[in-house]
């Protein structure tokens, strides 16, 4: 049974940094792509950020520059560097592994 848990979330106030992390199991971690989506009170889920098997990532515009994505293949987790934060980052954020599995969420809220 395949599961994500996410961590790291909390309150910081603008301009500050947060790491998620997520570790999976339940899989060979190292096969498959991760992703970082989010969704802020009243608005739909968005995609932030993906990583690949090989490493290789890509942002979402509204992140691109500020947030990176980074995987470590011996501890099947993925994480999220957020940096520069704005409080339009606030919300929940998801990892997930391919299209089918999501975690729980964490929570981030962005102070201004």
């Known amino acids: 049974q395949v599961r994500l848990v996410e961590s790291g979330g909390g309150l910081v106030q603008a301009g500050g940094s947060l790491r998620l992390s997520c570790e999976m199991s339940?899989?060979?971690?190292?096969?498959?792509?991760m992703g970082w989506w989010r969704q802020a009170p009243g608005k739909q889920r968005e995609w932030v950020a993906a990583?690949?098997?090989?490493?290789?990532?890509n942002y979402a515009d509204s992140v691109k520059g500020r947030f990176t994505a980074a995987r470590d293949n011996a501890k099947n987790t993925v994480y999220l560097q957020m940096d520069s934060l704005k409080p339009e980052d606030t919300g929940v954020y998801y990892c997930?592994?391919?299209?089918?599995?999501w975690g729980q969420g964490t929570q981030v809220t962005v102070s201004s």
């Open positions: 997930t592994m391919g299209s089918d599995y």
């Open positions: 339940g899989r060979i971690f190292s096969a498959y792509a």
């Open positions: 990583i690949t098997t090989g490493g290789s990532t």
